[in-house]
């Protein structure tokens, strides 16, 4: 049974992301990455998932200032989601803020996309 007050909360907060669920977003939306289609603030059982993906079951959260005080709370909320079977990995606001592609390149290493390898400016190895 869905709680309806998670829902009307997961929307408000939909309307309202901070700058790095912004810029996450804009990443992750519309199967932009590796074809997974992800979800923002997606109500998961008691719990508002940042982004969540069903094909592969993943959570990815991001970690404002206020999370190094609340470990205890995280460490719970994790622990639902994987017994849902997700798979959960947390990013800080600092990572995306400032790490975008270091961010993606993790993210796609977690749920099995190895990331492209950079080409060399020269483009071909030199022989």
């Not at 939306?29 to 993906?53: E, L, M, T």
């Not at 997700?86 to 790490?99: A, C, G, K, L, Q």
């Amino acid at each position: 049974m869905r709680d309806w007050r998670l829902v009307e909360f997961a929307k408000k907060m939909r309307r309202e992301q901070t700058e790095p669920e912004v810029r996450l977003w804009l990443q992750l939306r519309a199967a932009r990455f590796h074809g997974i289609k992800f979800r923002r603030q997606k109500v998961v059982g008691r719990y508002i998932a940042d982004f969540s993906a069903r094909d592969p079951m993943v959570v990815v959260e991001v970690d404002g200032d206020t999370h190094g005080f609340q470990e205890d709370y995280d460490r719970t909320r994790t622990t639902f989601f994987e017994e849902q079977g997700y798979r959960v990995i947390r990013f800080t606001n600092s990572d995306v803020m400032t790490n975008m592609e270091g961010v993606l390149t993790q993210l796609a290493l977690f749920v099995g996309h190895a990331p492209l390898p950079t080409l060399s400016p020269e483009g071909e190895r030199a022989i």
